[in-house]
């Protein structure tokens, strides 16, 4: 029976038309949705909240079918309970978000204003980086503290990407372009630094390590991290390794999030720009700029 499932397994990955590749991405998907759902059953009531608020994307049809279908193949009456009790608790959560969406969408202009206003001075012209940096500290704990509560979600994205669409279209402040574009940088910063995949057992993997030290690090500082830390610099990180392990954290992003999202663009965005700096940097040291 084994040999028969690897065997249909192989013919599925062969297959024409993507049937296997698109087998494969079904179980991926299932996979997270499980480790979803387990996370929100082992979660208190504040856990729970906060839990659905940062994966609110993650309920959609797909979702309630697998839950459901967990439910039906409960072995007890008290751990179908418990599913039933739970999916209850989601919904009710989610509908609540999902009713304050207009409310939210409006007020995402006030939620950006205040991650800016430590960083703006209305009396001048706006400049970047901001003279003091203790503004900027003060703006990435803004960016936490939102991010924390739900405030920065699809709605918020969508006004970031707008302001920032226009002030490149107008040509006449790059600061202010300079400073949406952070914004948005410390976004990915956050939600990207929350999963490690750093280690596998007792081992720890050097290049996702690296990897989740660019991904919090500011963009400033990518440039020195990467020459200390590659094999073309002072380290022993190989550029190879760091764009396997960057395309791996990728597709996991495109797993884990609802395409064609704005959040689902500007993570990848942030990867992709670590990546190209890494190439930047590997090209100029080799003396074979573009």
Not at 158 to 179: H, I, T
Not at 249 to 274: A, P
Request: hydrophobic share 35%; glycine share 6%; net charge negative.
């Amino acid at each position: 029976m084994h040999t028969a499932g690897v065997w249909v397994w192989r013919s599925l990955s062969r297959a024409p038309g993507g049937v296997g590749q698109d087998a494969e991405e079904a179980f991926k998907k299932t996979v997270e949705i499980d480790r979803l759902i387990d996370l929100l059953r082992h979660a208190n009531p504040q856990e729970l909240q906060k839990t659905v608020v940062e994966n609110i994307l993650a309920f959609n049809e797909g979702f309630w079918i697998r839950l459901a279908a967990r439910t039906d193949t409960c072995k007890s009456e008290d751990d179908k309970k418990d599913y039933e009790e739970l999916a209850l608790s989601v919904m009710s959560i989610v509908d609540r978000i999902v009713h304050k969406t207009n409310e939210k969408i409006e007020s995402s202009t006030d939620v950006l204003q205040g991650i800016l206003k430590p960083v703006v001075d209305e009396k001048e012209e706006i400049s970047w980086p901001p003279r003091d940096p203790e503004a900027l500290k003060a703006m990435e704990e803004e960016v936490t503290q939102m991010e924390q509560e739900g405030q920065l979600d699809e709605g918020f994205l969508s006004e970031v990407n707008a302001q920032l669409r226009q002030a490149k279209e107008d040509g006449d402040k790059p600061g202010l372009v300079a400073m949406l574009q952070k914004v948005l940088q410390l976004y990915a910063s956050r939600v990207l630094s929350k999963r490690s995949y750093a280690k596998r057992g007792n081992e720890v993997l050097k290049a996702e390590e690296f990897l989740e030290v660019l991904i919090k690090a500011p963009e400033e500082e990518w440039n020195k991290l990467l020459l200390d830390s590659m094999t073309f610099g002072k380290g022993d990180v190989s550029p190879e390794d760091l764009y396997a392990v960057i395309k791996k954290r990728i597709e996991r992003t495109l797993i884990r999030t609802e395409g064609g999202s704005y959040q689902q663009r500007v993570l990848t965005e942030y990867l992709k720009g670590i990546q190209s700096r890494a190439e930047e940097i590997v090209q100029v040291f080799q003396g074979k700029p573009e």
